[in-house]
């Protein structure tokens, strides 16, 4: 039986997959990515009922995969804290949430890019989700309470995994970026 941490794991563990697959053949990333949305809509009504505790202890559980997961999605490239969007991030078809920049990460040739955001709370999550909606994507999983949030989005341009967490420093919005 799944827990409600396995199961966020799970949702988590899809968005990454579907991150890292830039790589790939048009149609392995067709057929990932729709596996991914299937997996996420499949645990999204599971999520809906976790705790705060759940998400927390399942993104500490994942936080080793992210890092692994923007290696390979942005095949080695070096995530900075110079308050610069990376070169060559889409602006304009990714709406980031009002925060202040920290820095990011680009992949070679395009291949993906990693943003975070410094925000005032864990709610800025909803302006995020509704930024990402309004410029046309569509939400295939998302899960958030006062501590932290996650979602999986995609539209026919890119995919992205943004989550949002509280930690000691503050709240940091992460988006991980791929294209379609």
């Not at 989700?129 to 994507?137: C, E, P």
Request: proline residues 3%; charged residues 20%; aromatic residues 4%.
């Amino acid at each position: 039986m799944r827990t409600p941490t396995r199961t966020l794991i799970a949702a988590v563990a899809a968005g990454i997959a579907l991150a890292g697959l830039s790589g790939c053949s048009s149609e392995s990333v067709k057929q990932a990515t729709d596996f991914g949305s299937s997996v996420a809509s499949n645990v999204s009504e599971t999520v809906k009922g976790i705790d705060g505790k759940a998400i927390q202890d399942g993104m500490a559980s994942v936080a080793g995969g992210i890092d692994g997961a923007l290696d390979t999605a942005l095949k080695g490239a070096k995530v900075t804290s110079d308050g610069q969007l990376p070169d060559g991030f889409p602006t304009k078809d990714v709406p980031l949430v009002d925060g202040t920049v920290l820095g990011g990460g680009s992949g070679p040739d395009g291949s993906g890019w990693v943003v975070q955001v410094r925000v005032a709370s864990v709610d800025d999550f909803t302006t995020a989700t509704d930024r990402l909606t309004a410029a046309g994507y569509t939400e295939s999983a998302k899960r958030a309470d006062a501590s932290s949030a996650f979602g999986l989005f995609r539209s026919d341009g890119h995919r992205v995994v943004l989550t949002v967490a509280k930690t000691d420093a503050g709240v940091t919005a992460t988006y991980i970026v791929t294209p379609r």
